[in-house]
């Protein structure tokens, strides 16, 4: 219990700059900076897939949280976001590098997070366009904060403890969970059949959290999972962005589509890298 507890502080202590840095940005847009600084991010999101699986890459699980927060209050596009979530590597990356994994292997598996983000990001736009784009006024009225006349730095933090909060609430609960059902029947979830294994890693990546991150990749690195299914679950696996999504996006049925399509995405990914590789 206490182990959980302390993994879950310190996994909350590491996203709360990142999610304090992205709050401070919306509070500045939305406050300060005007019209035309709104109109200059909005028409980068063009681009937004492909930025977003390049950040995504950085094995920082906060950027996934700081591209949820974002979409809330409609400065990234959809596919920004689908690019961002597919393309998060969390622990895996620090993981492989310290077992001597081939650089070569280690650059493979980069590559693929980012084509299937960028990818299926472009595709998300193009097939979907939000209907109304959400302001920080909106969240602050939905959360009844009363941070109107707090100045951006201040609000920026309220912001963010609301959110750090849940995310060590969920996240301590999700690794009570884990610990009692233990990584050994986890492990065992992990068949070796075609598809259907990619299928199982997708529900493990599902767990928002980055001990479900660090489970596949031990795995991978003890050749106890193939490479395609350890794509699958880590493409799925969004480190607490799912989490943020939930709490910042108030449309319960836009979240629920996009978890689905992140699943759908990430184990199409697995499935196609089985085959090539």
Do not use: W
């Amino acid at each position: 219990m206490l182990h959980s507890v302390i993994h879950a502080a310190k996994d909350t202590l590491v996203i709360l700059p990142i999610l304090f840095l992205t709050y401070l940005v919306i509070e500045f847009v939305e406050h300060k900076a005007g019209e035309k600084a709104k109109k200059i991010i909005s028409a980068s999101g063009k681009a937004g897939p492909l930025l977003g699986g390049l950040i995504g890459l950085i094995p920082q699980c906060g950027f996934s949280g700081a591209a949820a927060s974002l979409f809330a209050v409609g400065t990234v596009s959809t596919g920004t976001l689908i690019a961002v979530f597919l393309a998060t590597s969390d622990e895996m990356l620090p993981i492989l590098i310290s077992a001597s994994v081939p650089a070569k292997e280690v650059s493979i598996i980069l590559l693929i997070k980012l084509v299937s983000g960028t990818l299926f990001g472009f595709i998300t736009d193009a097939l979907y366009r939000r209907k109304k784009s959400e302001t920080i006024e909106h969240m602050c009225e939905e959360e009844n904060c009363h941070c109107e006349h707090d100045g951006i730095f201040l609000s920026a933090l309220k912001h963010t403890l609301k959110i750090v909060a849940i995310v060590f609430m969920v996240t301590c609960g999700l690794n009570i969970i884990i610990e009692l059902i233990g990584e050994d029947k986890l492990q065992s979830l992990m068949i070796t059949t075609p598809v259907v294994g990619e299928l199982v890693a997708g529900l493990v990546g599902l767990i928002p959290n980055c001990s479900a991150s660090v489970l596949l990749t031990d795995l991978y690195v003890e050749n106890a999972l193939s490479v395609g299914q350890l794509i699958s679950g880590l493409c799925v696996n969004a480190g607490i962005g799912v989490i943020v999504l939930f709490k910042t996006n108030k449309n319960l049925k836009e979240n629920l589509v996009l978890t689905a399509v992140l699943y759908v995405c990430g184990v199409i990914t697995g499935i196609i890298t089985n085959l090539i590789l």
